[in-house]
Every structure is written in C-alpha cells, then in structure tokens.
C-alpha cells in the first residue's frame, strides 16, 4: 500500500480565480475538483494537509468591467467574491481557507515582498514612452487600447492582441488606437517602470524545470511533473526569457510602495501569487499555526493547480520571484490540467458558451456528486477533453444509477428483507469460495492503488478504480444470484451478503475524495462513523451491524432535462451558427480518390525562423519521417502540437516555404470565427492509415 503517512506538511493553492465573471464548468475540472480529490483524500490518511485559495481582485479587466457596468471596482469584485465562493461551495469544493487580494493585509504582505525584492536588486528601472488618455488623465493598459489590426485590419483589435486573427501586439503597432475609456486618441507619454529580468535566471530554471534541482540539490522528483507542463516552460526558456514589466500605471490595484510612485500599481501577475501566501496567513492566524512553517520551511511541499494558461506564472515567474527573495520555498509539483471544452467548441464567456456553476447549482441542488463524478471521468490530465450533456446522462444512468446505485440498493433492500437490516456474522475462512475469496483480495488492494493514482495526480484512473469496487460488487451478487439459494442453502446466503456488505463499506470510504456525499450516505447506512482511508479492509461492516436507511443514491437523467441543458447554451435560443460556411462547389469522386490522406503522429515541432505565422513540424506517416511547414503559429505553440496525430495530405507537391521544403499539407478544421482546430482521429487509428 502506497499511502504515505510521513507527516510532512502539503500546502496546495489552488489558481485564484478572477473576480470578473462566474466560475464555470472549466475551471472547476482545471484548478478546483483535481485538488478538492487529492486534499480529501490527504485528510483522510491523516496528513498535514491545508488548501488555500481566494479572489484574484485586481487587473485592468476589473476596472474595465467596472466602467462597463457603470459602478466602482470595489462592488465588482465584492459581487463576484460572494458569488464565487457560492458556486464553489455547490460543487463541495473544500478550501481551508478563501481569501481575497483587495484586503488591506494582502496589499501590506505584497508590497513588503516587492520592497524586499527592490533591496535584494531584484528590478531593472525604465523609463519609456506609452499611451496615455489625455481626457481620463491616466495611462492606459494594453486592454484599454483598440485599433485597428496591422495584420489582418480587423476592427477592434486590442491593445495586446487581435481576436480575430491571433496575432500577438503591442499597442504602438495598432492603426488607428483609440482609448476605450474615453474614446480618445491617446498620445504617448515617458512613464517609469520596475523590469524582472528573468534572462537572468535561465540557468537555474532550466535544472529546477528540467532535473528538479534547485541550488545544486535534488528539490523534486522532475519525471513526476506532467510532460507537457515541463514542455511549455522548456519552450518559454529555450525562447530566451524577456524582462516582464512589475508595475502599471493603473488606480485599481496594490499601489507601489515607493516614493514617486503614485498612480502605479504592482502588476496583478505579482500580486495574485502573493495572494497564495496572504491566504495561509489568514488560516494560520485562525488556526493558532506559524503560517512560516508553510511556506519557509524545506520540509513543506507546496503544490499548485491550476490551468495550462497559468503555466508560466506558476513555473516561471513566481518561482523566479520566490527565489530573488530569499526566505520562501519553491513550488514542489503544478500539476496542470489542459482545457476542457464544451458541446464541440471552447468555453466562452462572451458568447455564454459555459456551464456556470451557480445555475446549475441552484437548478440541482442535490446534483454535486453527480457533476463531480462526470467532471473527473472526462478530467483534462494530459491533453484537452470535451463535456457534452449526452454524455453527461450516459455516465449518470449507466455507470452511477445503473452500476453503484443499484448495488448498494440491492445490499441494503436484501439485508432488510433476510436479516431484519442486521449484517450477517464473518464466515470461516473454510467457509470462502474461489469467488469469495477473489472479492476479498481486491478489496484488500484498492485502496493502495487509488492512492497511488491519485498520488500521481492521475484523478480519472483513480475514480474509475474505485468506481471498480462497485461494478465488482455487482457482479459478484448478480453471479451468485443469492435470492435463489435462500430457500436451500441460507448459511451461503449469509456469506454472500456479509462479503457484500464489506463491498458497499469500502465504497463508503473509497468514493469519498470523489462524491462526498454519497460516501457519506453510504457510510452512514452501513454504520460507519469515521471514513479514514486505512478503515478500508474486508472487515469495515462487522457482524450483527444494524443498516441504517438509505435514499435513492442517483435519480435517472432525462432526455428532457438534456434539452434544457443544451439550450441554454450560446447568445440565441436556436443555438446555430448564422456563419457556418456555405458548401463549395461540386466535384468528382475521381479528383477526390486522387488525394492521398493519411494519419500522421507530429514527433518533433519548431518555429520557422523569422515567420510568425509558421510551424516546421516532423511527422511520422507510417512510410517514412518527412517536414511540413504548417501556417498555424498564431494558433498553436510547438508543445501542443507534438505528440498529436493529425491528418495530412500526403501526396501534395512539395514546395518550399522560407527555406523549408513541405512535403504535405496537415489539414485543419476552420470555424467561422477563423478558429483553427487539429483534425484527431479517435483512438486505434495509427500513422498510415489512409483515410477514404
Ligand atoms: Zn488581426
């Protein structure tokens, strides 16, 4: 059995989510449930365990929401700190402490750890020209400029980057800026700045990242971190890392606590992290514990979730920014998750394309568990995945209702029918068959493997595994079929119920990081006062237990509570898309047996020097290992195109772009939106196999 029980302390954040709109389904499946499993199942083999998180409050976003809303900041981030909270709590999501980043104490502990960082020379000062609003009197934030776009002269293009084509800016190279404050055309003005010269830092990044060591040492097992979290910031450094601005010339914020300073604030990328450490302040404070010892002691380890978007800030920037202060230790594990799409498409807030948590909270209040288990089963650990309501009530009544509810029911419904709800005594060990005896052997081992998974950060595989005790529980009464034999043989009837009995305990401890409240349901049924991880054994229930009642675990989804879902999706009721792009023109079967497709796995992929919109990819096509250039560096960063099968068109002529010959073409699915996406064959289907 794997748990550990070492008694180090864990300290796990989870990302602080942004106090400017609801929380929805994909940040829950990113940042929120993978560490709620891994914290409960902590607590419950009795580590030193605390997770802290809390309101990210600051940000041009907010103010800008704010000016939108025609209201201050201040009552933004006051609703959606209340209203967060609300939707978290729904999906029983079990912070130690949530916190907030507009408190006065975070603004003090913030403006300590820059003023720190100031003395250690941590900073480069500069001074260079940016847009001001002469009408507003403030500089103005990359988001509070439009233009038009240089590359592709989209309207409304940010000042940080066009929507509509992808394409990365900076606000000097818009036509046309104009400020969305007051409409004005902003002039450009000398303003001071506090640089982090992160080029600084390479070097030992690249061992921290890449070896896991820190200062010479061994600070953390490396293999341990998910490859494609290692791969982004492997990217980011290879690419040389540049100074990133700490300050803004905003009001909305923690002001920089320097003489000279005013009008300025700490940018929110090194306020929002510093949040983590305000947060465990205010829960050790609570707790009569010295919050250092979480945070400045080696002997902790500190563990962020959070989502691929946050990868840098979490691998890079905030442990360059620990590191330059001194006193902390650095993040041990960020185990980040992908992106979870919606229905076929990405969540959106501007086109209400999202499951928001407090509706549908409000809408199923007893619908946690349920959402909960969907969530973990489709949990993007590797690459992204895709929640739709078909599959949504296909988990529910399959697996929930149709597998774990029906046995617990049958158990519980056949003990009171036997035994007057009395559990039967243990039966000898001669009195166990083969099948028995298998039963009990895999119930010996399950908890050592979930937690093993789930040490791994492997959330899915941990959940399908405990969801294995209940199908095996299933089975194990639907084979024995002890209904039949009650009248002729009652001792084996006895036998089989106690085995099974043992079954429905375990679940009651072994589903608790994943369904809390049906394990609670469950234990309470079975008499099972505490669920401690190590008091999942074949012998949980004893003898003689009197079963207590237990409600319907899971109500069957309807096809007509599927409707209502899938309509509530998107800006219109009708829920299509006015733009799909129209059918082209018809041609022959020949010219299309012509085409020679393929599915090809991407081994290797690179920037094509000195062409921002081209990727050099290595495929492997089954006949042989060949390059093709492909126009997709606005979309797609190296990291996640490696290691995906794609589809190619093989027998294109070759053509060289930019010095590179292309010997192909990998096809893309375009949305109307100009969105690209990889084509991905489903599971089975290999490189060379030609598609027809
Ligand atoms: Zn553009």
Redesign the pocket.
């Known amino acids: 059995m794997s748990v550990t029980t070492n008694k180090k302390r864990r300290l796990i954040t989870s990302a602080l989510p942004y106090a400017n709109g609801h929380i929805h389904l994909g940040h829950i499946a990113g940042a929120y449930l993978p560490a709620d499993i891994y914290v409960r199942y902590l607590r419950s083999v009795g580590e030193n365990v605390v997770w802290v998180c809390g309101s990210d409050e600051h940000g041009a976003a907010i103010t800008l929401r704010a000016k939108k809303d025609k209201t201050t900041p201040q009552e933004i981030v006051d609703k959606y700190h209340v209203e967060m909270q609300e939707a978290f709590s729904g999906l029983d999501i079990s912070f130690d402490h949530y916190s907030r980043t507009s408190s006065a104490r975070h603004h003090k502990v913030a403006q300590d750890f820059f003023l720190k960082l100031l003395e250690n020379g941590s900073f480069e000062v500069k001074t260079e020209e940016q847009y001001y609003d002469t009408e507003e009197d403030q500089f103005l934030a990359d988001r509070y400029i439009t233009g038009t776009?240089p590359?592709?002269?989209?309207e409304n293009?940010y000042g940080d980057q066009?929507e509509?084509?992808?394409?990365t800016l900076s606000p000097t190279e818009l036509i046309n800026p104009k400020s969305t404050l007051s409409g004005s055309e902003p002039v450009l003005k000398p303003t001071t700045l506090w640089y982090l010269p992160m080029g600084r830092h390479e070097d030992w990044l690249k061992d921290y990242i890449e070896k896991g060591e820190l200062d010479g040492a061994q600070h953390h097992d490396a293999k341990a971190w998910k490859s494609h979290v290692i791969g982004q910031c492997k990217s980011w450094i290879d690419g040389g890392l540049q100074s990133r601005a700490m300050t803004r010339d905003l009001k909305w914020g923690v002001p920089v606590p320097v003489e000279g300073a005013e009008g300025k604030v700490l940018y929110v990328w090194l306020d929002a992290p510093i949040g983590y450490i305000t947060s465990t302040m205010e829960w050790a404070e609570k707790n009569g514990e010295d919050w250092r010892d979480w945070w400045q002691n080696p002997d902790t380890e500190l563990l962020h979730f959070i989502g691929k978007d946050n990868i840098v800030f979490h691998c890079i920037i905030f442990p360059i920014l620990l590191k330059e202060h001194g006193d902390y230790i650095l993040p041990h594990q960020v185990p980040a998750n992908e992106f979870m799409n919606l229905e076929g498409d990405k969540i959106s807030t501007s086109r209400n394309w999202a499951v928001w948590v407090k509706e549908y909270c409000g809408e199923n209040p007893d619908g946690s568990d349920v959402m909960r288990y969907v969530l973990a089963s489709i949990m993007p650990e590797q690459r992204d995945s895709e929640f739709t309501w078909t599959d949504f009530r296909d988990r529910v009544n399959n697996e929930l209702a149709d597998v774990l509810g029906n046995f617990v029911n049958r158990v519980l419904v056949l003990t009171r029918k036997y035994y007057e709800g009395v559990v039967p005594n243990a039966p000898s060990d001669d009195a166990l068959s083969k099948v028995d005896k298998k039963v009990l052997a895999s119930l010996t081992e399950a908890p050592g493997k979930i937690a093993d998974l789930i040490e791994r950060h492997r959330y899915r595989e941990a959940q399908l595994e405990a969801m294995n005790v209940a199908r095996l529980g299933n089975k194990y009464l639907t084979e024995e079929e002890p209904w039949k034999l009650m009248k002729t043989d009652p001792a084996r009837v006895e036998t089989i119920m106690q085995i099974a009995s043992q079954v429905v305990g375990n679940l009651g401890v072994l589903l608790e990081p994943f369904l809390p409240r049906t394990a609670e349901k469950i234990s309470k049924a079975m008499g099972i006062a505490e669920k401690k991880w190590t008091d999942a054994s074949t012998g949980i229930v004893a003898g003689g237990t009197k079963l207590g009642e237990l409600p319907i675990l899971f109500a069957k989804i309807d096809d007509e509570f599927l409707e209502e879902q899938v309509a509530k999706l998107g800006n219109n009721s009708s829920n299509t898309n006015p733009n799909i792009m129209p059918q082209k023109d018809p041609t022959t079967f020949d010219n299309f047996t012509q085409m020679d497709l393929r599915v090809a796995t991407v081994t290797e992929c690179v920037p094509v020097k000195k062409a921002d919109k081209l990727l050099q990819l290595t495929l492997d096509t089954g006949l042989d290992v060949r390059t093709v250039v492909s126009g997709i560096a606005e979309h797609f960063k190296p990291e996640d195109v490696i290691g995906r099968r794609v589809v190619l068109l093989a027998n294109l002529e070759p053509r060289k772009i930019r010095g590179v010959e292309s010997q192909g073409m990998v096809l893309m699915a375009t949305n109307a939106d100009g969105g690209l996406r990889f084509i991905t064959p489903e599971e089975g289907v290999n490189p060379g196999d030609v598609i027809s």
């Open positions: 776009c590359k592709c002269e989209a293009a066009c509509k084509c992808g394409s």
